[in-house]
């Protein structure tokens, strides 16, 4: 491997070129079948977060969402009418990461959520990611009530078309790089800490709905919604990192991860010379603060597609730029947030000169996990979640950070050495 290291590094650098060069926009709001044709057959077909999973083996809090979406959609009349339709493989389940897509916690998404379309200006690829439901009971941690129910027919109805209907009257969409640059000089890290670039958004787009011909009351609610929900952000920024990496994935070369990725079984990674190809390994539970009441042995192992977050550089690998969020996190404060992101930079292969964090002397977020670091360094990058009950519907109990799996890297290094033609004594 080492007599390849030149043109692994080149392969690398163009790589990660283009997440630099990337220029993300938020353009539109649709249901998702509007934009993904795999949802849009008739048949009865669910996205859901990390690597390819069956019904059987997913944990509680998504399969709780999974029933919670047959409701929705009218699929299934009330659970046990949804639990025999899954017992008998009536249900067609793909991740979200086939189709352009990322979700968060399950990841769980059906034909008439409404999902957010960024654009990568650069060449017109596509992210997309359903809108975040607020706090409480919500169905990306398994909950599916009536509560949950009519709060998804009222995203459906109100918040994603006058979301949509504002972001259509803008000439070139939202330009998210701007966004993200102001949002992380103001505290953020894009994962667990988003409220600087939810207040962006609602600045930016306030105007464009108060300007719509349309019900007054819709305005008003939608405007109060957004308002009332700091992590609203961070389904924009998962749109963003996917519409980045998807970018990035076109070039077919080197061992830059480019999926970061978790279903409750498993945690999923992909690398730039392999394309689609997952390595898999188990999933770690996170380790962390606990809301009161809860503890370690009620958390459900990692799960989600927000690591997407951490993929492009922010969340976790970023924690130096939003110190305020580190005791939350189960972190110490400023010294605990420095160490992790100097730690990240150790597996990185650069800086994104787009994103520049002020108390890191202004340099840019970690950019480019390069496989090879990780192996040789036995650092896994670190990613900021939330900790969902393992039972459905109980929803967040606490918040922490991650370990990626060191496996899902070796075994990438393994395959990405044999594809070079490098024997490789496993």
């Known amino acids: 491997m080492e007599k390849r290291e030149e043109e692994i ?15 993300p926009f938020l353009v539109d ?5 509007e934009v993904i044709a795999e949802l849009n057959t008739g048949e009865k077909v669910i996205l859901h977060a990390g690597p390819p999973i069956k019904y059987e083996n997913m944990t509680g809090p998504m399969k709780g969402s999974v029933i919670g979406a047959m409701l929705f959609e009218g699929w299934a009349a009330d659970q046990e009418d949804a639990l025999r339709q899954l017992d008998n493989n009536e249900v067609k389940f ?12 399950g990841g769980i998404t059906s034909a008439n959520f409404p999902v957010f379309v960024v654009e990568n200006k650069t060449d017109g690829t596509t992210g997309y990611c359903i809108m975040n439901e607020g706090i409480g009971e919500v169905l990306r941690f398994g909950a599916n009530n009536e509560n949950v129910i009519n709060r998804l027919k009222w995203m459906r109805d109100v918040l994603g078309p006058v979301l949509g209907q504002a972001l259509r009257t803008l000439d070139e969409g939202l330009n998210l790089n701007v966004m993200i640059a102001r949002a992380i000089a103001m505290g953020d890290e894009f994962h667990q800490r988003n409220i600087a670039a939810s207040l962006v958004f609602l600045k930016e787009i306030t105007p464009a709905i108060t300007l719509l011909d349309i ?19 961070l389904n924009i920024m998962m749109a963003t990192s996917k519409a980045m990496v998807d970018y990035a994935r076109k070039i077919q070369e080197g061992c830059v991860v ?15 010379a392999l394309g689609d190809e997952w390595f898999n390994g188990p999933v770690n539970t996170p380790d962390g603060l606990y809301f009161t ?8 192992p990692d799960i989600g597609d927000s690591a997407i977050t951490e993929t492009v550089g922010v969340g976790g690998m970023a924690m130096i730029a939003a110190p305020g969020v580190t005791r939350f996190v189960g972190l110490n404060g400023l010294d605990d947030a420095q160490n992790i992101s100097e730690e990240m930079q150790r597996i990185s292969i650069t800086n994104n000169p787009t994103w520049t964090i002020p108390n890191w002397n202004f340099k840019g977020a970690t950019l480019g996990i390069d496989i090879r670091k990780v192996v040789e360094t036995g650092i896994t990058p670190i990613i900021n979640t939330g900790i969902a009950h393992k039972e459905a519907g109980v929803g967040q109990i606490g918040a922490g950070t991650v370990r990626a799996p060191l496996v899902c890297f070796e075994n990438a290094l393994i395959a990405y050495a044999k594809s070079l033609g490098i024997n490789v004594e496993e």
Request: with cysteine; aromatic share 6%.
């Open 9 to 23: 590094n080149a392969s690398n650098d163009k790589v990660v070129a283009r997440l630099i060069e990337s220029q």
């Open 293 to 300: 009441g809860y503890s370690a042995e009620q958390a459900n």
């Open 215 to 233: 019900d007054q009351k819709d305005k008003a609610d939608v405007i109060q919604f957004l308002a009332n929900t700091d992590q609203f952000f």
């Open 258 to 272: 480019t999926t970061m990725a978790r279903n409750g079984e498993n945690f999923g990674v992909r690398i730039s």
């Open 29 to 33: 709001a649709r249901p998702a079948k």
């Open 94 to 105: 793909i991740p979200c990461h086939h189709v352009g897509a990322v979700g968060p916690m």
